[in-house]
C-alpha cells in the first residue's frame, strides 16, 4: 500500500488546480467552475480514502518534500541549525481529517450547484475558485508535517474565510463582517507567530514527529531539568504553548475571540457549512490534537484549554437560545461545540476530542446545508419566526435536518451523544482526582441542557406548527443537488457514533472502539504521535465513581442525556405548539443581555476604542512633542547656530589671513601654558 | 661671530614684514611680494639651520621653494591679471562672493 501515498501531495493540489481552472476558464464552462471542483474534490476524496486504507495497513508517510531554508546557527538546544522545509506527514489522525475535509468540501461543492448555481447568483467562477483555494489550504494544513508550514497554510485558510465572508461584497454587511474574521483571527494569529518562532529558537526544529521533532526535544528538555530562556523547561512548554494556542482561540472561535464567527454568517450558507464543518474553524481544534504531545507536556496549558472550553461551551450555548435567525443559532452551536472539543482535548480526552471533531464535522456540515435548504424553500428568509410548517412540504429537509439536531443535542443513538458523552466522561474522571476540573466538567454538563433547548427550538419553530408567512405556505422547490448531500451526511450523522461506542464497549466487554485503536496506532502509526503514547505523557491521575467504571460511565452518560432531553423536551413544551411566541420575556433583564451576546461586542469595541485609542493617542502625543521635539530642537540649534557661523566666511582672503594668525597664536599660547614655557 | 640666533631674527623681522603686508594691504600686487616675503623668511631659516647642522638637505629645500615660488609668482600674476579683467580693479577686498 505504500505506493500510494506517491499521489499524496495531490490530495492538496487536486483543488488548487481547481482554483486555477475555475478562475481562468470559470465563465466558460457550463457549472461556472462548479464542475472542476466537484471533481478535483472528489479526487482528494478518493485518494484521502486510499491513504486512510494505506494507514490501516500499518503504513505511515511522512517526507519532507522541499527545503527552502537551512539555517546555520543552532537552536537553544538543538546542535543543528532550523530546517523550513515542505513536508507531508499522513498517520492516522491526518489521514482521518483528510478525509473528513475533502468529503465535507465535495459535498458543500455539489450544494452549491443547486444553493448558488441554481439561484442564479452573480461572481461564480470567483466563488468556485475560492472554495478550490479554501479546500487546497485546509488540506494542506492538515498534512502538514512541521508548524511552520501548517502556519502558512492557517494564514491561507483565514485568508479564503475572508474572501468568502466578502463573497456579497456590494453589500455593507458582508465587507464588514470578513474584515471583522480577518482581523480577529489575525490577532490570534500574531500570537500563534510569536509561538512559532519561540520554539523554532528554543529547540531548533519545527516538525510535529520524527525523532528531532520539537515535541521530543521539549521532553528531553524536560526529563533534563534544562533552563530555557531564563525559564525552567515547563514554564516556557507552557509559554510557547500558550502562544500558539492563541492561534487556536482565534480560528476556533472560542472565548474571548468568538466574535468573529457570528458575523460570518454574512457569506454564503454553504461556505459556513465549509467554515463550520470542515475548514477554518476545525483548523484550530485540528492544530491542538496534532501537537498534543507538546500540550501533554505542560499541566497548565492543558488546564487553560480545557477551562476555556468549557467556558466557550456553556457561554456560547446561552447565546444561543434567543436567537432568531436560523444560521445565527447554527454559528452559536457551533463555537459552543468547538468549546466541547476544547474540554475534551484540555482533560486529557485526545480520542473523545477527536471522535467529536469528525461527528461535528458531519453533523454541522448537515445543518447548515440544510439550513441552506430551508433558505432556498423560504426563498432567502432566515428568520424562524417567518417559517413554520415546513415539516410536511420537504421531507428529506425535514428529517435530515432533524438527524443532524439529534446529534447536535446528543441524543442516543445520534453520533453527537457519542462523542459528547465521551468528553463528558473524561472530564468527570479528572474532575473526580483533581476537584479543580468538576468546575469545567460543570459548565460543559450545563451547556448540554441549553444545547438540547435551542436545537429543538430551531427545528420546532422551522419545521413544525403553522406556516408564519406566505414563503413558507408555499416553499420554493430543492433539487437533487440539494438532497443529496444532505442524505450522504444525515446517515453518517445517525452512524458516524459507531465508529467509538466507548460507553457500550467499556460496558459490555466488547472491543468496539475502533477510532480509539485507530488513534492508537493499532492499525499503524507514528508510535510518538498515538494515544496511549500521549496517555503516559499525560501529567493527569483519574478517579471513577465508587471505583467502578460502569458506574461512572452510566452516571455520566445519564447525566448528559438526562439534561439533553429535557433541554429538548423545555423547547417541546414551549414551541412545538401551532403558534409558537418567544417567550423571552420571561428571561426578564437576562433577555437583554443575551440578546446582546454579554455586550461582547460592545466590550471589544469600548477596548478599542476606550483603552486603545487614547494609549495610541498617548503614545502618538509623545511621539510628536518629546522624540520630534528632540530631532526638531537638535536641528534648530544647529541651523541657528550655523547661519550665525557663517559670518565668519567673508570672501575677503585677509580676514581668513587674520583669522589663520589668530588661531596660530592661540595654538602657541595654549601649548605655551600646557607646556610650562612661561614658568 | 655672526651666530644662528642672527639668521633666526633676520627671517623673523623679514616674515613678519611679509604677514604684516598681508593683514594690512589692499593692492593684490602688494600681497604677491608680501607671500614672496615670507617665502624668503623660511628659505633663510633652512640655509641657517642647513649650514648650522652641516647638512646639505635644508640648502636643497630652499632652492626647491625657490623654483616653487617662481611658478607660485606666475600664476599669482595670472590671477591678478584675470582679476583686472573681470573688475578693473587689482584691490583684493572687490571680490567677496566667493562665500555663502
Known sequence: MEEFFTYAPAIALLPLAAFVVALVFGDAMPKKGAIAGIFATAGSLGLSLLMLAAVASGEVHHETYYEWAVGDTAGHTAAEGIAFTFGILIDPLSALMLVIVSLIALLVHVFSLGYMNAEGEKGLPRYYAELGLFTFSMLAFVFADNLLMAFMFFELVGLCSYLLIGFWFRTKSAPSAAKKAFLVTRFGDYFFLVGVVAIGATFGTLAFAGDGSFVAEAEAALDGGETLFGFDAETWITITGLLVLGGVIGKSAQFPLHTWLPDAMEGPTTVSALIHAATMVAAGVYLVARMFGYYALSPSALAIIAFVGGFTALFAATMAVVKDDIKQVLAYSTISQYGYMMLGLGVGGYVAGVFHLMNHAFFKALLFLGAGAVIILMHHEQDMWKMGGLKNKAPVTYYTFLAGALALAGIIP??????????????????????????????????????????????????HGEPRSDAAEDPHGIGWSVKAPLVVLGVLSLVAGVANLAPVGKLLDLDIMFLEGWLDGEYGGLEE????????????????????????????????LGLAFSGAGLAWKLYNVPEPTEHTQRLGGARDVLRSN?????????????????????????????????????????????????????????????????????????????????? | MIGIEHYIVLSMALFCIGLFGVLTRRNALMFLMSVELMLNAANINLVAFAFYHGNITGQIFALFTIALAAAEVAIGLGIILVLYRNFRDVDVTVPSQMRW
Open chain 1, 529 to 560: 504521535l498515538t494515544y496511549g503514547f500521549y496517555g503516559d505523557m499525560l501529567p493527569y491521575e483519574t478517579a471513577l465513581i465508587g471505583g467502578s467504571e460502569e458506574t461512572t460511565l452510566l452516571v455520566a452518560a445519564a447525566l448528559s
Open chain 1, 414 to 463: 445520534f453520533s453527537g451523544f457519542w462523542s459528547k458523552d465521551e468528553i463528558l466522561y473524561d472530564a468527570i474522571i479528572l474532575g473526580l482526582e483533581s476537584n479543580v476540573f468538576l468546575a469545567a466538567y460543570a459548565m460543559g454538563l450545563l451547556a448540554v441542557f441549553f444545547t438540547g433547548f435551542y436545537t429543538f427550538r430551531m427545528v420546532f419553530l422551522t419545521f
Open chain 1, 598 to 679: 454579554y455586550y461582547q461586542d460592545e466590550v471589544q469595541v469600548w477596548l478599542a476604542e476606550g483603552v486603545t485609542l487614547p494609549v495610541a493617542r498617548a503614545a502618538d502625543r509623545f511621539d510628536q512633542t518629546v522624540i520630534d521635539g528632540v530631532v526638531n530642537g537638535v536641528s534648530s540649534v544647529s541651523l541657528f547656530g550655523s547661519s550665525w557661523l557663517k559670518r565668519i566666511q567673508t570672501g575677503l582672503v585677509t580676514n581668513y589671513a587674520a583669522l589663520l594668525v589668530a588661531g596660530f597664536i592661540g595654538l602657541l599660547l595654549v601649548l605655551g601654558v600646557y607646556g610650562g614655557w612661561f614658568l
